[in-house]
């Protein structure tokens, strides 16, 4: 009898020291983050275990469910975020949904039914008409603000494109990524880096995927480059166009160019207008109201909803709304916007509230919660870099310029000095700033490597046959 009491108790010492069946504790896990759509964080995971495992335990089983295709990891340190990720006939796909309001999921509701349900549409002038610049509102005052705060990055006036031009490279890649995403584009963040900064398109993938990428790295650059003279005008809007569409377009002519023909929607029951003259006054009207919006916020939003919903060009209207939607934020310093997150049905569903409907609540949702994802993703990034030089700065443009020519034209190692000093750059730089102006331009040129070159606007054939010039290989003595 003492034998058997021992062994049971034995046995129950066994059971409560035994190590719970990890299959049974990643599932669990898997249970809690699908009870947050918004994302769980680490710390919100290891307070549902308690004492029941260690934080660094949990850390180890998330790695696993990440790697495993189960969870999806968004952000870095305290702002990580796990989402649950669902199979479906497209792949894995994370269940990723926004905060939506009640306006927003009747909206949602209502477009959602089939197409044979919902009644046909044409554009509707008043929709524009009624809106009055710095009296009508999309997002409330509430909204305004808090976008605002969390936008700031610096105080005191600064040149239009000061912040854009801090974070350049990695808003090339975040931009470029996330809009072409928005189109189906399947490149990766990696291929999309790796394209941008190295000049190599992805192994597999449709050249229209490539040419994509590379068309919004032009606009974007174009943008920053020209912050100070871009606005809501013909020049700006067309010209966005027109490198967004390079070599995208059935009909080459048609880049930057408003349309001429009829354009339908897919899967949506709304027809926008076909006559070239209403299409031209509609896109003045819409420029010159935009103009007159003074809250950087409200400016972006209102291009977000009337230039997908007017259709002025052939093709690409969606990209150029959302890099349009940045030149506020390019011009007046603030964080950009760069689509972090925003779920592409959710986006499409939120541009046919506005094309069937003329409502704006679920493309609303979405714009806040992508610019509240973007200002916290930029805030760190701000974080990680130092001041710029001002010097550099002052002569940003004419410094691309020159190296941007050395290479262009091939010029030898031995010609370089000499190549600089004949650039007609040179007479614009103040005569006591000359030498120092020179020596940074040649260390500029000096310092390009394959990682680089793509910011002087130079190609990669170009590159590689200036490089080949000015790095030639020894001679062969064997």
């Keep these: 009898m003492v034998m058997k009491c021992a062994l049971e108790k034995k046995h129950r010492r066994t059971e409560i020291m035994a190590k ?69 006939g497209a792949g894995i796909l994370p269940e990723r949904t926004l905060q939506i309001s009640s306006a927003a999921q009747e909206v949602q509701q209502m477009i959602s039914r089939p197409e044979g349900d919902r009644r046909p549409v044409s554009y509707n002038r008043q929709f524009l008409d009624s809106y009055q610049p710095n009296e009508s509102f999309y997002l409330s005052k509430a909204q305004r603000i808090s976008l605002r705060n969390i936008g700031t990055v610096e105080s005191g006036a600064q040149p239009a494109g000061t912040y854009a031009r801090k974070i350049l490279s990695r808003l090339l890649i975040d931009l470029s990524w996330n809009s072409s995403r928005l189109e189906g584009n399947t490149y990766s963040v990696l291929d999309t880096k790796n394209l941008i900064e190295l000049g190599q398109a992805a192994e597999g993938k449709d050249q229209t995927e490539t040419q994509m990428i590379m068309n919004h790295k ?132 939120a541009l046919l509230g506005v094309y069937e409907l003329n409502r704006v609540e679920l493309l609303r949702d979405v714009f806040v919660e992508a610019y509240e994802r973007s200002a916290q993703q930029y805030a760190v990034v701000l974080q990680s870099l130092g001041e710029p030089d001002p010097f550099r700065f002052k002569y940003a443009k004419a410094i691309k310029e020159i190296v941007g020519d050395v290479v262009r034209q091939v010029v030898k190692r031995e010609d370089t000095h000499k190549f600089v000093l004949s650039r007609p750059q040179i007479v614009m730089v103040d005569k006591r700033e000359q030498e120092q102006f020179i020596r940074l331009v040649e260390t500029e040129i000096y310092s390009l490597h394959e990682g680089n070159f793509a910011r002087y606007r130079v190609t990669p054939s170009e590159f590689s046959k200036w490089n080949d010039n000015w790095n030639p290989s020894p001679p062969d003595r064997t």
């Excluded at 031209?280 to 809250?295: G, H, N, S, Y």
């Design 218 to 349: 032009g606009a974007i650059e174009f943008m920053v480059d020209s912050a100070d003279s871009i606005g809501f005008n013909r020049y700006t809007i067309q010209n966005l166009h027109s490198f967004l569409a390079e070599n995208l377009l059935s009909n080459p002519d048609a880049a930057g160019r408003l349309r001429r023909i009829e354009v339908g929607i897919s899967h949506s029951v709304y027809l926008p207008l076909a006559i070239p003259q209403l299409i031209e006054e509609c896109f003045d009207q819409v420029l010159a109201t935009a103009q007159r919006i003074e809250d950087p916020f409200e400016q972006s939003f209102f291009v977000m909803v009337h230039l997908p919903y007017l259709q002025p060009f052939d093709d690409v209207n969606k990209r150029v709304s959302r890099l349009a939607a940045n030149i506020p934020f390019v011009k007046n310093n603030l964080i950009p916007l760069a689509f972090k997150g925003v779920p592409r049905d959710i986006y499409t569903q």
């Design 20 to 88: 719970p069946e990890p299959k049974k504790q990643l599932d669990e896990i898997v249970e809690i983050v699908t009870q947050h759509p918004e994302g769980a964080s680490l710390r919100v995971i290891a307070e549902r275990f308690g004492p029941r495992a260690a934080r660094r335990t949990i850390q180890k089983w998330l790695k696993d469910l990440v790697e495993q295709g189960r969870l999806v990891l968004d952000g870095e340190k305290k702002g990580a975020r796990y989402f649950a990720v669902k199979k479906n």
